[in-house]
């Protein structure tokens, strides 16, 4: 049995990824983080796919890891507590708001440890981390770039015996959103499940909109614009449902917003 440490958010791109590994036959120990992200309900997303993904018959170990008590003590408009999350593409200056300081250095810590934890409880069997960075990750994200990867995995490598047995799994390093989510239908396929509930079971909004005890995504900020980008080159509808300040909004209406966003940079 091959085996792999994911960091699954919810979001689009760690859920295709989850879906990935899956579908080329690995165990899977999922971790998700509430470290006080506005967006939490992306963790309630997180278990619902595992739980569908489960209930098919799929092998996945889930665990939240709460970090909530770092939530006073980040400055970024992700937070609870911060500055309203701007709106637009991620092409604009204000999306450095966005940036939660030093969090990928934190999970990545955090992932290693149970990487290696992994092997040591199986025989010390090789272990991947899975990591859903593409080529549409951004400048603005300094701990997106690759070599921040390179220059954490080596003070890995250095800190801890076994490490030898760890290695990263990146097969969208080459891929655009859209190119992620063909081959998230691909993988579906090969689970036997269905693209649309499977999806409907994620969310990409960093603000996303809660009415009458449900959660819908919004199509103004930068996640969801990039998200709603990807599914129009498909040529495929978003199974998430979209809102905004007055409610609830058709798929219509979302597509044609996004467009004027993208016409607009």
Same mark, same amino acid.
């Given at each position: 049995m091959k085996r792999a440490v994911l960091s699954l958010s919810g979001g689009m791109d760690s859920s295709s990824l989850l879906l990935n590994l899956l579908a080329n036959d690995?165990?899977?120990? &999922? *971790?998700? !983080?509430? %470290?006080g992200q506005k967006h939490r309900v992306e963790l309630l997303k997180a278990q619902s *796919?595992?739980? %569908? @993904?489960?209930?098919?018959?799929c092998k996945v170990t889930h665990k939240v890891i709460d970090l909530s008590t770092?939530?006073? *003590? $980040?400055?970024? &408009?992700?937070?609870?507590?911060?500055?309203?999350?701007?709106?637009?593409?991620y092409e604009?200056?204000?999306?450095?708001?966005?940036?939660?300081?030093?969090?990928?250095?934190? !999970?990545? =810590?955090?992932?290693?440890?149970?990487?290696l934890s992994v092997s040591a409880e199986n025989g010390g069997c090789d272990v991947k981390i899975a990591m859903g960075i593409h080529a549409g990750d951004h400048a603005?994200?300094?701990?997106?770039?690759?070599?921040?990867?390179? &220059?954490?995995?080596?003070? !890995?490598?250095?800190g801890n015996w076994g490490a030898d047995k760890v290695s990263f799994y990146t097969p969208y390093l080459e891929m655009m959103?859209?190119?992620?989510?063909?081959?998230? $239908?691909? =993988?579906?396929?090969?689970l036997g499940i269905d693209f649309d509930t499977a999806y409907s079971k994620t969310l990409t909004s960093y603000k996303p909109i809660l009415i009458e005890g449900h959660w %819908?995504?919004?199509?103004? =900020?930068?996640?969801?614009?990039?998200?709603?980008?990807? !599914? @129009?080159?498909?040529?495929?509808?978003?199974?998430?449902?979209y809102a905004d300040e007055n409610g609830t909004v058709s798929w219509d209406?979302?597509? @044609? &917003?996004?467009? $004027?966003?993208?016409d607009s940079n």
């Open positions: 690995y165990s899977v120990t &999922a *971790l998700s !983080f509430d %470290y *796919l595992v739980n %569908y @993904l489960t209930d098919e018959g770092l939530t006073s *003590l $980040l400055n970024s &408009a992700l937070v609870e507590g911060g500055e309203d999350v701007p709106e637009g593409h604009n200056e204000n999306m450095k708001a966005t940036v939660v300081p030093n969090r990928n250095k934190i !999970f990545s =810590s955090i992932i290693q440890a149970v990487a603005v994200y300094p701990d997106c770039r690759q070599e921040f990867r390179d &220059a954490d995995f080596k003070a !890995f490598v250095e959103k859209a190119d992620i989510l063909r081959e998230g $239908l691909v =993988s579906c396929e090969k %819908y995504s919004d199509y103004k =900020s930068a996640s969801s614009v990039e998200r709603v980008e990807a !599914f @129009l080159e498909i040529g495929r509808q978003d199974p998430a449902l209406k979302v597509k @044609l &917003a996004v467009q $004027l966003v993208l």
